[in-house]
């Protein structure tokens, strides 16, 4: 479970009453389906005739351009997640970042779910590697838009218990 009990508010769009404006809303998507297709390719490599959590990735961006409704971004999310079930290791986290990416439309706060996984992703592939999860909980946060950097920052120090300690130093 990535999502907190207690939400924070800059992470809740407004009309739901929290801080986080539409605009935010969909850079926070399209940042999740940057992280998720940076894996994506450990998915594909295991299974390249499943497209599910390509186009959930793809979900997650065409909502955010405001070219797919919520639900159906949502319902991508849940069949890249679906690919991912009878999966292990790399490919497993692969498709479940992109899963979360498309979540994203849905619940802001999905998009840490997409980071980490991702980051597990990596994790899995180069168990051997003692940098690689740093390096790419870095290569993430330099995609992250500026204006949204510290919340972001912000988010991962709050909910990495729940992330499976991924972002920490």
Partial sequence: MILPRVRDPRL???????????????????WAADCASHVLHLFEEQVPDDHRPRDAIAAARDWAAGDLGKMRARAAGGHAMGAART???????????????????????????AAAYAIKAVVAAYPH??????????????????????????????????CWSVFGD
Avoid: I, K, M
């Avoid at 809740?12 to 399209?30: C, F, K, Y």
């Avoid at 999966?87 to 498709?95: E, I, K, M, Q, Y």
């Avoid at 590697?129 to 919340?151: K, N, T």
């Fill in 12 to 30: 809740v769009t407004v009309r739901r009453g929290g801080l986080l404006t539409d605009a935010d809303h969909a850079l926070l998507a399209l």
């Fill in 129 to 162: 590697d003692p940098d690689v999860r740093r390096v790419e909980r870095d290569w993430q946060r330099g995609q992250v838009p500026g204006h949204l950097s510290a919340l972001v920052v912000q988010d991962q120090a709050r909910r990495n218990d729940l």
């Fill in 87 to 113: 999966l292990r290791g790399a490919a497993r986290f692969a498709a479940y970042s992109a899963g979360q990416a498309a979540c994203v439309a849905h619940v802001a706060e999905h998009d840490l779910g």
